[in-house]
């Protein structure tokens, strides 16, 4: 197959050691890359939301299958584009996508076929939205209605701070997105990530993880797109596996379906464990970042054919294989991430860290300079240790960190930390 990846992350960059491993790979190319990824697949110069300029390419180089890594294309209708033009893609439908793209219907479709999730109400206007938050009371969790970068959610601990984030969200902070705004209870537990690989009709369980949203050791600080990940979850266990699959995904493809959305791609689940069993916090229509950088290597399957099989809405139904190892996935953040990331510092010894065994660099925000590698973005690296067990995985990721001579990078130091 010649195969065109949509993406510029780590999350692409595993997605692109994914796919090169793939026998049924012919010729790779990636849209735009990164200095990372150009090591795996040849990159070109395409604006994912120029989709006669993809289709174009697609013809002239005979794509047979486009994967795509990030969200927005998703929402905006790539896959559609490209299937009108009999161009396979791994990935939802606009409609589909809507999973993500709209946190009130994604309320509604849990509402509607059952699945378990936060009471809820949707607004419109502040005035109301404020008039439900006295109604309720705090703590209450606040909602941008639209894609916010992960940034749109305010766990309010009082109702003047649910009161200011209505404001500031109908004020124009999150522009469209902000314009209906989900006020849910907030649900008390653990989290996790879940993952199923979905054809249309049918659901797979693909694996777990646990991200670390918050910027510091111990939770503190900003929320950030991601300072690290271990996978799986040491929370998931084959019966929670099998019940997450019952109660969430199942009833959501099928409930998809009905409702002339068929979902293909990756459903990934953000889930509370909460007395009351797994309920939904939110849906993504996409692999993670940085989970796809623990969860991806650990699969074993061949993934290539799988994603077509999706597509295709064929999907085997043999359970895909994992390898049985842990994984802790360490990201190196540029300093001053996420609010004001100070760019161009230098990053040396990636070579010398990626021959380490049992490890996987990715980059996201690099560029080069003649030879020199550069940090170009509030992301820069994810460092991923593999091992038998958290301990060793998460030894192994923080002595390639170690190993990297890059001394303004921020990272935390306890991904992975005092978990079984
Ligand atoms: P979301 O983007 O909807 O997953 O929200 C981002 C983060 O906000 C989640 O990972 C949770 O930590 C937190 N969160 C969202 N909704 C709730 C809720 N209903 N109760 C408690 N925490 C929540
Ligand atoms: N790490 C969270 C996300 O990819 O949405």
């Keep these: 197959m010649n195969v065109l990846l949509i993406g510029a992350g780590g999350r692409e960059h595993a997605l692109a050691y994914t796919l090169r491993k793939s026998p049924s790979l012919n010729r790779f190319f990636v849209a735009p890359g990164n200095p990372g990824i150009e090591r795996l697949a040849k990159s070109v110069i395409l604006a994912s939301g120029d989709h006669e300029a993809v289709i174009a390419f697609c013809r002239r180089q005979a794509i047979d299958f486009v994967v795509i890594g990030p969200e927005g294309p998703l929402v905006r209708g790539l896959v559609d584009a490209l299937e009108e033009e009999g161009i396979a893609a791994f990935g939802p439908s606009e409609d589909a996508a809507l999973l993500e793209g709209s946190k009130s219907f994604a309320k509604e479709v849990c509402k509607c076929f059952a699945v378990p999730t936060a009471a809820y109400a949707k607004f419109t206007d502040a005035e109301s939205a404020k008039a439900y938050v006295r109604e309720q009371g705090a703590p209450i969790v606040v909602k941008a209605d639209g894609l916010a970068s992960g940034k749109g959610v305010v766990v309010a601990e009082s109702a003047a701070e649910a009161e200011a984030a209505i404001e500031s969200m109908f004020g124009g902070q999150f522009g469209e997105a902000g314009e209906t705004v989900v006020i849910e209870e907030k649900l008390i537990g653990e989290e ?90 939110e849906f993504n229509v996409r692999f993670g970042d940085p989970e796809a950088q623990a969860l991806l290597p650990q699969l074993q399957t061949d993934l290539l054919p799988l994603f077509k099989a999706c597509s295709d809405e064929n999907m085997p139904m043999d359970p895909v294989k994992l390898s049985g190892k842990k994984a802790v996935t360490v990201v190196m953040a540029a300093p001053g991430y996420p609010l004001d990331p100070q760019l161009g510092s230098e990053i040396k010894g990636l070579d010398a860290v990626e021959d380490m065994p049992g490890i996987i660099v990715t980059q996201a925000g690099t560029k080069k300079d003649g030879k020199r590698l550069l940090a170009d973005g509030g992301r820069v690296l994810s460092v991923t240790g593999i091992g038998a067990d958290l301990a060793e995985a998460r030894e192994k990721a923080y002595a390639a960190v170690a190993a990297i001579d890059w001394p303004e990078a921020v990272y935390r130091k306890d991904i992975g930390a005092g978990k079984a």
Excluded: H, W
């Design 192 to 281: 996790v990530s879940f993952f199923a690989l979905c054809d249309g009709t049918r659901a797979l369980p693909l694996g777990s993880a646990q991200d670390y949203k918050r910027l510091g050791d111990g939770d503190t600080g900003p929320n950030t797109g991601g300072m690290g990940a271990i996978s799986p979850s040491p929370l998931m266990d084959e019966a929670l596996t099998a019940r997450v699959m019952k109660e969430i995904i199942e009833p959501v493809v099928a409930g998809m379906a009905e409702l002339n959305r068929p979902f293909v791609g990756v459903l990934y689940a953000g889930l509370m464990l909460t007395a009351d069993g797994p309920k939904v916090l």
